[in-house]
């Protein structure tokens, strides 16, 4: 049974950071590409971050440029994402998703997903 587990959300102040991990097990990711969604409560889904395989490039939407950084541990099947500077729109359910393809940025390029780990950010 192919899962994606993710871990590290919580509340934190405004300015302050987390670190999500994603494990992923049943299979091996190491060849799909990895991203991180969100939801906001009474909002769409939307892309955050995407790694390639090898972890050479990544992609980001413009609102966590500078703040946000996407990583991967192939050996541990595990990704990442380092969160800083968070901001209250920041708040939502985040997701990690894997992708046969190398850099997606659309759900439907997703393959496979985790149930969410709700991130919460206070003024």
């Known amino acids: 049974q192919v899962q994606l587990v993710e871990s590290g959300g919580g509340l934190v102040q405004a300015g302050g950071s987390l670190r999500l991990s994603c494990a992923a097990s049943?299979?091996?990711?190491?060849?799909?590409?990895m991203g991180w969604f969100r939801q906001a409560p009474g909002k769409e889904r939307e892309f955050v971050a995407a790694?390639?395989?090898?972890?050479?490039?990544?992609n980001y939407v413009d609102s966590v440029k500078g703040r946000f950084t996407i990583s991967r541990d192939n050996a541990k099947n595990t990704v990442y994402l380092q969160m800083n500077s968070l901001k209250p729109e920041d708040t939502a359910v985040y997701y990690c998703?894997?992708?046969?393809?190398?850099?997606?940025?659309?759900?439907?390029?997703?393959?496979?997903w985790g149930q969410g780990t709700q991130v919460t950010v206070s003024s």
């Open positions: 790694i390639r395989w090898d972890g050479g490039r990544t």
């Open positions: 049943g299979r091996t990711f190491s060849r799909d590409g």
């Open positions: 998703a894997a992708s046969s393809l190398g850099l997606a940025a659309t759900e439907s390029d997703y393959d496979y």
